[in-house]
């Protein structure tokens, strides 16, 4: 039986990630719940383990003073003790943002195998991460429906068969929105996707395709791939997540419904593949369509194959002045349409290659951030 951790657990990744334990208890047990600020659904996932019989675990609140003064980890330095205590097998990273980054290194330096559903992780410090993982001998393991459908192929084929991949993409809440009427958009308007069901600064990524672009730069870590092998296709119906083309020209593919149980359950499950039917398709699969990327609605696709190209100081710099910008939108302080140009506006630096060790990633992330809360109020 694996036991579990899961950081972010009352976000949606870590709810979905109890609900597909739930469904495979004689496999898992939980023994780490941690959230950020949001005790009273802690508590309540605790109870929920409790009542499912799917453990009884240690409880940790990062980011607030708990009203609930059992709780043994509570405080900013309290994660990072957590997953060092814990005798978990392996930890589901759910935390959003940048934030991401403190439990993914604490997880691999105490050699536990991780789950990532933090793309900021690989975004931001990908060479370190994936090093101190080699070194520790413990294992990364995609969450992203598509990073999590592409590990799977190239797991299968070998990287040496790999000659590309597609990346697809629902297009978004505004998808189908004429382009003149985007910079009137309302973060309400933009939390409406289509298909997925996912956390709000997501779902606007979604909208601006800017989480594409970050699992572009994902993509371009964990598989060893140049900006030229990674391709983007619109895939309104998001049945298809991810393909690979291999050396002689064919292409595979991971077609399931769009259900972030499977690509949790693969991650958590690696190498074993448990069997299980919550994103299964039905046989007729007519109407699937896919059509190329129009970079004018979406220019922050384009701008994180510019940060691809740039480097590592380019790619932290992306994430962080996207979180910002974002930010700013959704407190009403940015159009819709400034986020790409907060963004453009913080790549035009000039920015380093290769950013070495932890210090200088982190100090890379606040230049940027500053830059952009500077490029938000000239905007304004």
Same mark, same amino acid.
């Given at each position: 039986?694996?036991k579990v951790?899961?950081?972010g657990a009352t976000?949606?990744i870590?709810?979905?990630?109890l609900?597909?334990?739930?469904?495979?208890?004689?496999?898992f047990?939980?023994?780490g719940l941690s959230?950020?600020?949001d005790e009273?659904?802690l508590?309540?996932?605790?109870?929920?383990?409790?009542?499912?019989g799917l453990g009884?675990?240690a409880?940790?609140?990062?980011g607030?003073?708990?009203?609930d003064?059992t709780?043994?980890?509570a405080?900013?330095d309290?994660l990072m003790?957590?997953i060092?205590?814990s005798?978990?097998?392996?930890v589901?990273?759910?935390?959003?943002s940048?934030a991401?980054l403190t439990?993914?290194?604490a997880?691999?330096?105490c050699?536990?195998?991780?789950a990532?559903?933090?793309?900021?992780?690989?975004?931001?410090a990908?060479?370190l991460? +994936?090093?101190?993982?080699?070194a %520790?001998?413990a294992r990364?393991l /995609?969450?992203d429906?598509e990073h #999590?459908a592409?590990?799977? *192929?190239?797991?299968?084929?070998?990287?040496d068969?790999?000659h590309?991949?597609?990346i697809?993409a629902s297009?978004g809440?505004?998808?189908?929105?004429?382009l003149e009427?985007?910079?009137?958009a309302t973060p309400?308007?933009?939390?409406?996707h289509?298909?997925?069901?996912?956390?709000?600064?997501?779902?606007i990524?979604s909208?601006?395709m800017?989480n594409?672009?970050?699992?572009?730069?994902?993509?371009?870590?964990?598989f060893?791939?140049?900006?030229?092998?990674?391709?983007?296709?619109?895939?309104?119906?998001s049945?298809?997540h991810s393909f690979?083309r291999t050396r002689?020209?064919? +292409?595979y593919?991971?077609?399931s %419904?769009p259900?972030?149980r499977? /690509?949790?359950?693969?991650a958590? #499950?690696w190498?074993?593949? *448990?069997?299980?039917?919550?994103?299964?398709?039905?046989?007729g699969?007519?109407g699937?369509?896919?059509k190329?990327v129009d970079?004018a609605?979406y220019?922050?696709?384009?701008?994180?194959?510019?940060?691809l190209?740039?480097?590592?100081?380019?790619?932290?710099a992306?994430?962080?002045a996207n979180?910002e910008?974002?930010?700013?939108?959704?407190a009403g302080r940015l159009?819709?349409t400034g986020?790409a140009?907060?963004?453009?506006?913080?790549?035009?630096?000039d920015l380093?290659a290769l950013?070495e060790?932890l210090p200088?990633?982190l100090d890379s992330d606040a230049?940027?951030?500053?830059?952009a809360r500077?490029?938000?109020?000239?905007?304004?």
């Amino acid at each position: 039986m694996k036991k579990v951790l899961i950081v972010g657990a009352t976000g949606s990744i870590g709810r979905q990630a109890l609900d597909i334990i739930r469904l495979h208890k004689d496999e898992f047990r939980v023994v780490g719940l941690s959230a950020h600020s949001d005790e009273a659904k802690l508590l309540a996932a605790s109870s929920l383990c409790a009542r499912e019989g799917l453990g009884a675990p240690a409880l940790c609140l990062s980011g607030a003073e708990p009203m609930d003064k059992t709780l043994s980890y509570a405080g900013p330095d309290a994660l990072m003790r957590f997953i060092g205590d814990s005798d978990a097998d392996i930890v589901l990273n759910a935390a959003a943002s940048a934030a991401g980054l403190t439990p993914t290194l604490a997880a691999l330096n105490c050699g536990k195998d991780l789950a990532l559903a933090n793309k900021e992780s690989i975004v931001m410090a990908g060479r370190l991460v +994936l090093d101190l993982a080699k070194a %520790k001998g413990a294992r990364v393991l /995609p969450v992203d429906s598509e990073h #999590s459908a592409l590990f799977n *192929l190239i797991k299968r084929f070998g990287r040496d068969a790999v000659h590309g991949v597609i990346i697809t993409a629902s297009g978004g809440a505004f998808r189908d929105r004429p382009l003149e009427s985007l910079k009137d958009a309302t973060p309400a308007e933009a939390l409406a996707h289509p298909t997925w069901s996912m956390g709000a600064k997501i779902t606007i990524d979604s909208a601006t395709m800017a989480n594409k672009g970050l699992e572009v730069l994902e993509a371009a870590r964990l598989f060893d791939l140049k900006a030229n092998d990674i391709q983007v296709l619109i895939h309104p119906e998001s049945r298809v997540h991810s393909f690979i083309r291999t050396r002689e020209g064919s +292409l595979y593919a991971q077609l399931s %419904k769009p259900d972030m149980r499977l /690509p949790i359950l693969n991650a958590l #499950s690696w190498p074993e593949v *448990l069997e299980e039917s919550v994103a299964d398709l039905d046989p007729g699969l007519e109407g699937l369509s896919f059509k190329p990327v129009d970079y004018a609605r979406y220019p922050l696709l384009g701008l994180a194959y510019d940060a691809l190209r740039a480097g590592e100081g380019a790619a932290i710099a992306y994430n962080a002045a996207n979180e910002e910008a974002v930010a700013a939108f959704m407190a009403g302080r940015l159009p819709y349409t400034g986020i790409a140009s907060v963004v453009q506006a913080c790549l035009e630096y000039d920015l380093p290659a290769l950013v070495e060790g932890l210090p200088a990633i982190l100090d890379s992330d606040a230049r940027a951030r500053a830059r952009a809360r500077d490029a938000i109020l000239e905007y304004a």
